[in-house]
């Protein structure tokens, strides 16, 4: 076993408002100059919706990650040494400009300076590239909350193999919903960026698997944009260089949460530790279609294991790492509770960022559906009232097949198409309302709460710890981090003015919360 450590993220769409804090954060932060000003390392979408930069979910358009052929082996989809020779200078399968957005101000001074007039001044929107006024049309964070638009919800790639029933359903008045999805770069363990790149720029640290672009490497060759199927990487106009999300790695450093993580107003965000075994990497990546999630799953590995334990340490990871991977609330999300599931696991990149999805509203509908036109009139059903209690458990875990988004719809997005894995989680999260309801009201019988835990395959004790990690987590319970060992403390305190060239600090053990 060749095992590494990686940090892996959790984020709950359940408790995502959509304020765009995270998104402020790291844009203040990492990408407020010149020549990254359309760059979004953090942004938030509402789905359905087609996302930032438009369509991105679509690798026919845009050919990312990679695509598994009759050999068994798998390519980049769009780049690659030979597609990349071919294409090096010029590169169809780019995003334009206008796929993300012409960056814009407004003229503010015209609001301050303006004469005397009988109408309100207007600051007009001018482009950060040109200075010139634009119209603005689209944007990242664009469609907020327009769940039924046609220029946005309805161009939603994820609808491609709905029925037209299935889909005007979906849109009409009564049932029409939305949630918010926030993405940053997924730090995959099979990222299409680091094999795309030419120049070897990109690559992944070895420390915690953060994978980051060498500035002084980058030629500005850009098939790191069309390898990344999540179009998480970008080109930096004013310097010629790329650039991504590098997960806030000088404050991982020193022991502190990611900015979009940190600054988390609804606290959806998780941090932490995952062993894995890096000899099953390509095993896994070429999997069939409907064993690639939990192939991926299976391949991170237990951190109190004894064997493992044993492994790690002779590959040179450090105890405090192994103590993080051990309390590590990524882990428990995905191995031990099985409710988190990867964005998109059919791109194979084999992302670090898992999701718990959203259980959102169900719809009890009653009416004719005539061709593709269903008249149906949809009442929701609030599954923290009454009707938990009134309901048998088989018809509340069967409203799976009615919530606002078709199961199918959910599946492409968190499922790699699979409906019955999607299925599973959302009925573990309905269990989990149901028992905590008999907890806190009481208005839902013992044997009903005990036999709706059984039916998932969870305890009491798991449903609580479930209900403490999502509903009453502490700081570092969201974020376990793993205070740097003594070699990487060294080179920090090294490194500055203060004390360079002085390593006679005598301490062992660091800092909890690095130096």
Not at 458 to 477: C, G, H, V, W
Not at 489 to 510: D, S
């Amino acid at each position: 076993m060749d095992i590494r450590s990686q940090m892996s993220m959790v984020f709950h769409l359940d408790k995502c408002i959509g304020c765009h804090t995270c998104t402020v954060a790291c844009k203040n932060i990492w990408t407020d100059r010149e020549g990254a000003e359309y760059m979004w390392w953090n942004n938030v979408e509402t789905k359905p919706g087609t996302g930032y930069p438009t369509k991105w979910e679509d690798q026919e358009i845009y050919k990312g990650g990679w695509e598994k052929h009759s050999s068994g082996n798998i390519a980049l989809k769009g780049a690659g040494k030979r597609k990349g020779l071919l294409n090096i200078f010029y590169n169809p399968a780019l995003p334009t400009i206008d796929d993300y957005y012409e960056p814009f101000t407004y003229k503010y001074l015209d609001l301050i300076e303006s004469p005397q007039q009988d109408v309100q001044p207007v600051a007009r929107p001018v482009s950060l590239i040109t200075g010139k006024p634009i119209d603005i049309k689209m944007g990242p964070n664009w469609d907020d909350d327009l769940s039924g638009t046609p220029d946005f919800a309805r161009k939603d790639p994820n609808l491609a193999n709905l029925s037209a029933a299935e889909q005007e359903a979906m849109f009409q008045l009564e049932r029409m919903a939305f949630f918010y999805l926030p993405r940053i770069c997924n730090h995959c363990l099979n990222p299409a960026c680091v094999a795309s790149c030419p120049s070897g720029a990109i690559y992944k640290r070895g420390e915690d698997g953060v994978v980051l672009i060498d500035q002084s490497v980058c030629r500005g060759w850009r098939m790191c944009v069309t390898a990344c199927p999540y179009k998480k990487t970008y080109y930096n106009w004013s310097t010629g260089k790329s650039e991504k999300c590098l997960l806030c790695f000088p404050r991982i450093e020193v022991g502190e949460a990611p900015a979009c993580m940190h600054s988390c107003v609804g606290r959806i965000r998780y941090l932490g530790v995952m062993l894995y075994d890096a000899d099953k990497i390509e095993q896994v990546a070429s999997s069939d279609e409907k064993d690639l999630i939990q192939n991926q799953i299976d391949m991170y590995l237990d951190p109190h294991d004894p064997e493992v334990i044993a492994a790690a340490k002779a590959n040179g990871i450090a105890d405090s790492t192994l103590r993080a991977a051990q309390n590590s609330p990524i882990y428990k999300f995905v191995k031990e509770w099985k409710i988190a599931l990867p964005l998109h696991a059919e791109f194979r990149t084999l992302p670090n960022l898992f999701y718990v999805p959203p259980m959102l509203p169900v719809m009890a509908m009653v009416g004719e559906q005539k061709g593709d036109s269903p008249k149906l009139h949809s009442v929701a059903k609030n599954w923290d009232d009454k009707w938990l209690y009134d309901t048998s458990l088989d018809e509340i875990f069967g409203t799976i097949e009615n919530m606002r988004f078709p199961l199918k719809y959910m599946a492409n997005l968190f499922g790699a198409g699979n409906e019955d894995l999607l299925a599973d989680k959302l009925k573990k999260l309905m269990a989990i309302r149901i028992y905590r309801r008999h907890v806190t009201v009481g208005d839902i019988s013992a044997e009903k709460s005990a036999a709706a835990l059984a039916d998932v395959n969870l305890t009491a004790d798991e449903a609580e710890a479930i209900y403490k990690m999502t509903s009453l987590p502490k700081f570092n319970e969201r974020f376990v981090i793993p205070a740097a060992h003594r070699e990487q403390a060294l080179e920090m305190l090294e490194a500055t003015e203060e004390v360079k060239g002085n390593t006679g600090f005598g301490f062992t053990e660091p800092p909890v919360r690095g130096l």
